[in-house]
Nanobody, 126 residues
Framework: QVQLVEPGGGLVQPGGSLRLSCATS????????IGWFRQAPGKEREGVSC????????YYADSVKGRFTISRDDAKNTVYLQMNSLKPEDTAVYYC???????????????????WGEGTQVTVSS
């Protein structure tokens, strides 16, 4: 059974930091690009950051460049998103996702996804 579980959300003050993790099981993460998406109330789900296994390239949405860092630990079947300098506009439900042999463009921009996590709420507020 494929599972992507994202603990680690919560409430953080503006300017603060939070690290999201995504524990995967039921498929071989080594063969998948992985990424993080978010959806704020009334908005479409958007690609935040993706990392490909084809060439190791990474994608970051313009709104998070320089603040967020994506990483993966295939030995632990876990994906991370380090979020620094958080802003109120980062408030959203964050989803982990996996895409077999995808490029970062196909995954983060065109949203060609095989598996989704259930999401975790991140709220940035004072």
């Amino acid at each position: 059974q494929v599972q992507l579980v994202e603990p680690g959300g919560g409430l953080v003050q503006p300017g603060g930091s939070l690290r999201l993790s995504c524990a995967t099981s039921g498929f071989r993460l080594h063969y998948y690009a992985i990424g993080w998406f978010r959806q704020a109330p009334g908005k479409e789900r958007e690609g935040v950051s993706c990392i490909s296994i084809i060439d190791g390239s990474k994608y970051y949405a313009d709104s998070v460049k320089g603040r967020f860092t994506i990483s993966r630990d295939d030995a632990k079947n876990t994906v991370y998103l380090q979020m620094n300098s958080l802003k109120p506009e980062d408030t959203a439900v964050y989803y982990c996702a996996a895409a077999a042999w995808a490029t970062v463009q196909n995954m983060c921009v065109h949203r060609e996804i095989n598996y989704w996590g259930e999401g975790t709420q991140v709220t940035v507020s004072s």
